[in-house]
């Protein structure tokens, strides 16, 4: 059996999953929106990112465009505000100076959007014959939660730019008994693999379609690196050392003066950071967060590592050597469990390095999925039989361009849009995101045999 023979096509079971995802966004939308003032949600709190409003209605007219118009073939409720809120249309700095929504106009529009679109998901036939592609398997609720999600996570990404006290608070992920102690890395052995995957229902396009890979075999780091090992390389003069860095990366590093990853600030001899406001020591145990690809290629390099593709972080984790499948996720076939991944701002942090037992693949790796997003040495890029759906802007404007790969999620990201063959992909300059990585290496020639 493979993973995706392991995928349910029951109709009555998809509806059941799409309306608890829809459900599971807006209640995290509400929570990121309700907990500051109308100030503070009409406010651009850094020129990287959208004012929180703009977020939340641009939430609501996706699910209308999609959900009303395209499947339910409804008429516009506010075809007028369509411009204002296209995300190609306007880049971010601009966005505070257009005539959006109020705040509680933008709480309207996107309740009545979401009312309707219960309406819709209701009646929707998700059969495989005599149903639209959009419909069919209900991939066009599961784009819409996924697409909310990921306007969530910007959202809190824009919690953490901001100036000011706490507005959020979630419980820390649960200490380790004991410091991980298991082997630094593990080994995947060579071979081919079946990277992507054609039926899991609401897969993405750029996650299609499956097809067979042929890998070297390499190690890779048990573990994501540590703030602690990170804080080797700073103290070491990691962000002074030009042959550390791609071209690119050093001019960064000059231009902003920096040293060490955003947020971090030294005082008093030690190193702080200021997470969701407020300030903290840097914990030394948990994954490091808030490096760009050219810190995490840097660092790589000083390790004498490098990073991992993104076809080896996939058969990482998703192959298992024993039976060859391509399992959905790191520890099988069975949906994401709070025992197997930090995921769904459940937690406001990584959890520490070697955390999640339950969740360790089947060569040994952990935090494969949540905790930090990890970049891979790779450029994003179609897979062989590409095709857009439902629209090119979703991927396919950004194949080929300044972009590298990450893969895994974060603590910021929700299930619904966080699976073995999920690709998220950014600029390698960007460092708000959540994200971290790991290193890997070649084997030896003597492993090969």
């Keep these: 059996m493979t993973a995706e023979e392991n995928v349910t096509t029951d109709p009555e079971a998809l509806r059941a999953r799409a309306a608890d995802a829809l459900e599971t966004a807006r209640r995290r939308t509400t929570l990121l929106t309700n907990c500051v003032d109308e100030g503070e949600l009409a406010a651009q709190h850094s020129p990287l990112m959208s004012p929180l409003v703009w977020d939340l209605a641009h939430i609501g007219n996706q699910e209308e465009q999609w959900l009303l118009r395209a499947v339910a073939g409804q008429e516009a409720i506010r075809p007028e505000i369509d411009p204002?809120?296209?995300?190609?249309?306007?880049?971010?700095?601009?966005?505070?100076?257009?005539?959006?929504?109020?705040?509680?106009?933008?709480?309207?529009?996107a309740a009545d959007v979401r009312g309707r679109a219960f309406d819709v998901l209701e009646k929707a036939s998700f059969e495989a014959a005599g149903t639209s592609r959009l419909s069919r398997s209900g991939f066009a609720f599961g784009m819409i939660a996924q697409h909310e999600q990921q306007h969530d996570e910007t959202m809190l990404i824009t919690h953490q730019l901001r100036k000011g006290g706490a507005a959020l608070t979630?419980?820390?992920?649960?200490?380790?008994?004991?410091?991980?102690?298991?082997?630094a890395e593990a080994l995947?052995?060579?071979?081919?693999?079946?990277?992507?995957t054609t039926a899991e229902p609401w897969a993405l396009d750029n996650e299609r379609p499956a097809h067979t890979r042929l890998v070297p075999p390499f190690h890779i780091d048990t573990t994501p690196v540590t703030n602690s090992a990170y804080m080797e390389f700073v103290e070491e003069g990691g962000y002074r050392e030009q042959r550390w860095w791609a071209p690119a990366g050093w001019a960064m590093v000059?231009?902003?003066?920096?040293?060490?990853?955003?947020?971090?600030?030294?005082?008093?001899?030690?190193?702080?950071?200021?997470?969701?406001?407020?300030?903290?020591?840097?914990?030394?145990?948990?994954?490091?967060?808030?490096?760009?690809?050219?810190?995490?290629?840097?660092y790589a390099r000083?390790?004498?590592?490098?990073?991992?593709?993104e076809e080896e972080w996939e058969k990482a984790a998703r192959h298992d050597p024993a039976t060859g499948r391509s399992m959905r996720?790191?520890?099988?076939?069975?949906?994401?469990?709070?025992?197997?991944?930090?995921?769904?701002?459940?937690?406001?942090?990584?959890?520490?390095?070697?955390?999640?037992?339950?969740?360790?693949s089947p060569t040994g790796v952990r935090q494969l999925m949540g905790d930090v997003?990890?970049?891979t040495s790779s450029d994003f890029l179609p897979y062989p039989g590409f095709v857009a759906y439902p629209?090119?802007?979703?991927?396919e404007v950004f194949f080929g361009g300044d972009f590298k790969v990450l893969r895994g999620g974060s603590f910021a990201v929700d299930a619904v849009a966080c699976r073995g063959t999920f690709r998220n992909w950014d600029h390698p300059v960007r460092r708000q995101i959540f994200s971290g990585f790991r290193t890997a290496r070649d084997a030896e020639p003597r492993e090969r045999a």
Excluded: C, I, K
Aim: a negative charge.
């Design 84 to 109: 204002l809120y296209d995300a190609f249309e306007h880049p971010r700095s601009e966005r505070p100076n257009l005539p959006l929504l109020a705040p509680e106009e933008a709480r309207g529009y």
């Design 170 to 183: 979630a419980p820390d992920p649960e200490p380790l008994a004991r410091p991980y102690d298991g082997p």
């Design 188 to 196: 995947v052995p060579g071979g081919p693999f079946t990277m992507g």
């Design 254 to 298: 000059r231009e902003h003066d920096l040293e060490a990853p955003l947020f971090w600030r030294r005082e008093g001899g030690q190193w702080l950071r200021r997470r969701f406001g407020v300030s903290e020591p840097v914990p030394p145990d948990e994954p490091v967060l808030h490096v760009s690809w050219y810190e995490a290629n840097a």
């Design 302 to 309: 000083w390790a004498g590592r490098r990073l991992p593709s």
């Design 329 to 360: 996720y790191p520890w099988g076939d069975a949906d994401p469990t709070p025992d197997r991944a930090n995921l769904g701002q459940r937690h406001l942090r990584p959890a520490p390095a070697g955390s999640y037992e339950l969740g360790e």
């Design 373 to 375: 997003w990890e970049w």
């Design 391 to 395: 629209y090119p802007e979703y991927s």
